[in-house]
């Protein structure tokens, strides 16, 4: 059976994080945020175009990931870990330079008994209530973490992707009134927050999503293009169902096409019914339901038999099949499964 393809526009990537490097303003340092894999689309790979395009900083979620980000980027880059210094972290985060984000007085012992001396950065908690120091903690600890001179100190915006709710002035006042004065490079915005404006800026940003092509950063370019093989095509005459459960039945004599994807290949179910695939630009329905490894879909509007139909191209973003799904791009990047074939491309090739 044939499986997917992925392909990956590193150009597109790189052209993201340029017009978010930007956005962000010229005294502003762009970094790029590679967790979970890369957003789907592959840390190492990515990161990789994004070292070779300026970044200097990558954030991950964990020093899992870190470690084997270092193992990518080779020495050079700084690469910050969002979930701080964990028991049992220490020989990675020594050994490999990753800089811990410590969230906790907890953390910042762990971190100064363990690794003295050694790269650290400190999140607050502006008003998220997820990761981070609360003010009362911070107010206790500023001094100590002070004097051993973070690398970075950093906060996140929950409603960034909302300009006008008010949740984001008040966890940027409430940041600034906690780092104010402080002598060390400061970090409030992700994507959304980069789009919220100067304000929001401060010294570092921390873009993900944007840089694969997500909303809330509209002006993307995609950079990831999905297509699976049709295995097999049928007609189907009135009144006949398709799939399990029959959810679909049709009235008039149909072309179904059977394509090697499902649910297992981040085609959530959810979509059943409810997304069209692509072949040049002709939207082509996915009928009944998707199961683990199938799809099937109305072609009969193609005057021709595909090789194979695209869920991700041009003509449908990421966010449009979260829309179906009832999810979030993000969503949709980090569900693209493991049995692709992938292929990136960069330079006009
Ligand atoms: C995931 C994450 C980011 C990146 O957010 P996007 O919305 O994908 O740009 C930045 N900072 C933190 C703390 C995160 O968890």
Known sequence: MGTGHLKIDLDALVANWRALD????????????????GYGLGAGRVAR??????ARKFFVAAAEEGAS???????GPEICVFGGHMAGDTDMIGDLGLTPMLNSLEQLTRHFEALPGKPFGIQLDSGMNRLGMEPA??????DIALTAGPRLIMSHLACADEPDDPANRAQ???????????????SLSATGGILLGPDYHFDVTRPGVGLYGGLPFADARPVAHLSFPVIQTRVVEPGEFVGYGKTWTTEHQRTIATVAAGY??????????NINMYHDGVACPLVGRVSMDLITVDITDLNTVPKSLFLLCD???????????????YEILTSLGGRYSRRYCQGAA
């Open 22 to 37: 930007a956005a962000s303003g010229a005294s502003v340092e762009t970094g790029a945020v590679v967790k979970a894999n």
């Open 49 to 54: 175009a994004l070292a070779q395009a300026g």
């Open 69 to 75: 980000l270092r193992q990518e980027l080779g020495e």
């Open 137 to 142: 903690e911070w107010a206790a600890v500023a």
């Open 172 to 186: 940027l006042d409430m940041f600034r009134a906690m780092t104010d004065g402080v002598n060390v490079p400061r």
């Open 264 to 273: 297992a290949d981040g085609v959530i179910r959810a979509m059943s019914n």
């Open 315 to 329: 003509e449908q973003s990421v966010d449009t099949v979260a829309d179906a799904a009832g999810t979030i791009g």
